[in-house]
């Protein structure tokens, strides 16, 4: 006898199941918590002077021929796609599970970070882009010389609506992350009770120290440590 109807229903897939999702979006947040970690990391630089940086800079032009950094592009792209739609497909599931909202709602085991992931995720994505946009390409740039990332830098977060914007940015981004890692964390198999306060002690402190590598570049331009 013929066996017919073996495709399992959308529901039952795995990018259709909760667990399928939060693990497409435990492993783009690994990426793109790399990233952020990463960049932060590169841009220290920018402490040693102008050599140094503008050197850091023309490294990861010329990486695999200069193919290696629109390959990480490329993948960084993806990550953020991938995160988006685990994160959204997870809210919307969220919603139509229950359609008719709380007549009165208090938080008591959420944090502001875990009730506000979805829009943390619009920032990670603005973290992403607009920092191309005006250090990479030049585009918002007001002053942008391609040959010189330092003073692409400096005169970059000279302007103080654009260095309150970042650190604003970044002080939500931190949110995310911290909530993030422990999520992400608990997701890849690290949810034993035992393990729980190590999980959010490692969130605390990736965020913490993302957020001031970050925001301390906009006040070392504005306060004149960097010229």
């Not at 003073?151 to 949110?175: D, K, M, R």
């Not at 911290?178 to 490692?202: D, E, F, I, N």
């Amino acid at each position: 006898m013929a066996v017919t109807g073996l495709t399992a229903p959308a529901s039952l897939s795995f990018t259709g199941s909760t667990i399928g999702r939060k693990a497409v979006m435990a492993a783009s947040g690994v990426i793109l918590f790399g990233f952020v970690l990463g960049h932060m990391a590169g841009n220290l630089q920018v402490y040693l002077g102008r050599e140094c940086f503008n050197a850091y800079a023309e490294f990861l032009r010329h990486v695999l021929h200069g193919t290696g950094l629109w390959i990480a592009r490329a993948v960084l792209l993806a990550a953020v796609i991938a995160h988006g739609w685990a994160a959204w497909t997870t809210s919307r599931a969220s919603w139509a599970a229950r359609p008719t909202g709380y007549r009165r709602w208090t938080p008591r085991e959420s944090t502001y970070a875990s009730r506000t992931m979805r829009w943390g995720g619009v920032i990670i994505a603005a973290f992403v882009v607009y920092p191309l946009l005006h250090f990479t390409f030049g585009t918002a740039h007001p002053d942008f010389i391609r040959t010189d990332p330092y003073h692409n830098f400096v005169t970059g977060f000279e302007q103080w609506p654009v260095a309150a914007v970042y650190i604003v940015a970044n002080i939500l981004l931190g949110f995310h992350l911290r909530h993030g890692v422990w999520s992400m964390l608990q997701t890849l198999g690290l949810s034993h009770p035992r393990y729980k306060r190590l999980a959010v002690g490692a969130g605390l402190l990736f965020a913490l120290v993302v957020t001031l590598g970050n925001v301390s570049f906009p006040l070392a331009v504005l306060t004149g440590v960097i010229q």
